[in-house]
T-cell receptor
């Protein structure tokens, strides 16, 4: 059974470029959560999606950040015009239903130069 | 707003000994569940244990067990027979109401556990 997949594992961008982070949930899972972990901090919730729907984006910055989870394909977290403060590890987690345990992917480490 | 507090930024334990990591949380819900996750140097988030609030019995997974005190809103993790592979950051996490339908996790700030050979 494949777990939660994230790619790329490492991403380097220059200020002003775009970053696209992908998350493929576990087989049979239709709920995806994105979290951000700044250096030496805990994980902070960003957005919760179900297939084709954003359920809760209360943790996402209002500008430059967007997320989607299409009917087919992985969930995408998109960061436009990246700044150095966006450097962090971005994790996604998936569940089959809303009350199940969240299983995490390996994360994407974003470094903005 | 829900909060999760881990008051021990760092802990160390001798190999084969027992260590307890503390966690307190704030909630007005009555039905919920709680998690401990570990994050080793690889930075992968790995589930350690889950506790349902309605259960009287404390959850146990091999060498890992919890001391869940619902009235005190306390959820500590006990690691018995500590092994070198247990060295990691440990995060307590609370997802809110089990019936709410949106279980976004609130994490504590973590406890860094060092195992002394």
């Amino acid at each position: 059974n494949a777990g939660v997949m994230q790619n790329p594992r490492h991403l380097v961008r220059r200020r002003g470029q775009e970053a696209r982070l992908r998350c493929s949930p576990m087989k049979g899972h239709s709920h995806v959560y994105w979290y951000r972990q700044l250096p030496e901090e805990g994980l902070k919730f960003m957005v919760y999606l179900q297939k084709e729907n954003i359920i809760d984006e209360s943790g996402m910055p209002k500008e430059r950040f967007s997320a989607e989870f299409p009917k087919e394909g992985p969930s995408i977290l998109r960061i436009q015009q990246v700044v150095r403060g966006d450097s962090a590890a971005y994790f996604c987690a998936s569940t089959g239903t809303a009350q199940e345990t969240q299983y995490f992917g390996p994360g994407t480490r974003l470094l903005v130069l | 707003a829900q909060t999760v507090t881990q008051s021990q930024p760092e802990m160390s334990v001798q190999e084969a000994e027992t260590v307890t990591l503390s966690c307190t949380y704030d909630t007005s819900e009555s039905d919920y569940y709680l998690f401990w996750y570990k994050q080793p140097p690889s930075r992968q988030m790995i589930l350690v244990i889950r506790q349902e609030a309605y259960k009287q019995q404390n959850a146990t997974e091999n060498r890992f067990s919890v001391n869940f005190q619902k009235a005190a809103k306390s959820f500590s993790l006990k690691i018995s027979d500590s092994q070198l592979g247990d060295a990691a950051m440990y995060f307590c996490a609370y997802p809110g109401s089990a019936n709410f339908g949106n279980e976004k996790l609130t994490f504590g700030t973590g406890t860094r556990l060092t195992i002394i050979p």
